[in-house]
């Protein structure tokens, strides 16, 4: 869905969420605000929301134009989306298997604008645990232009809105649980003072 006010803002259909940041803002690891933040994964079978994110990016292009760019849209303009069955653009290596059949992109926010998330029925998520890398979701994204230390592109931003649709299998390392480590009987105590 696109917003007919702004044609740079997208709701996407179903898609998984990593690297989820979304209920306290994190550093970035080269210094800089913290941000809230989340990598989208967006199946590649979902062709409606990719053309939204198609026009939207090439709408921030044409604001970009002569908001930032001095009238001229760059020849190469670094744009947020990548094919998760490529390899990432910060260091040339594959993407992870969540990302294969998907489209790949991150979006931020600034501290001051924390997302709001709701859960399938538009009801507010209040527990923390329903919110992780792996669930699946539908997320208000909006793509802007910038020209910041010589580079130009168009980035992705958070924009407000994340719907929590279902839970999914976690994603990264997550600790084993307690009963897996210690077992189902109490422990005997072994420790005597001497």
């Known amino acids: 869905m696109t917003n007919q006010t702004n044609p740079t803002r997208v709701v996407t259909g179903e898609v998984r969420l990593s690297y989820v940041n979304l209920l306290r803002p994190r550093e970035n690891q080269y210094g800089g605000d913290p941000k809230f933040s989340v990598t ?16 939207a990016i090439e709408a921030a292009k044409q604001i970009g134009k002569g908001k930032h760019w001095n009238g001229v849209i ?15 653009p ?29 859960d399938a029925n538009l009801n507010p998520v209040l527990d923390p645990t329903e919110v992780y890398s792996g669930m699946y979701g539908r997320i208000a994204v909006n793509f802007s232009a910038y020209a910041q230390a010589g580079k130009k592109g168009v980035g992705c931003y958070l924009s407000t809105n994340v ?32």
């Open 40 to 55: 989208i994964l967006l199946p590649k079978t979902d062709v409606a929301t990719k053309a939204r994110i198609d026009a």
């Open 74 to 88: 760059p020849p190469m303009v670094a744009i947020p989306v990548y094919d998760g069955d490529g390899v990432k």
């Open 90 to 118: 910060s260091d040339g290596m594959p993407f992870g298997d969540e990302c294969k059949g998907h489209w790949v992109f991150s979006a931020s926010s600034k501290v001051d604008q924390p997302p709001k998330i709701v």
């Open 163 to 194: 719907q929590k649709t279902r839970d999914g299998e976690p994603l990264g390392s997550s600790a084993p649980a307690a009963q897996d480590d210690f077992g189902g009987a109490p422990a005997q105590p072994q420790y005597q003072q001497a």
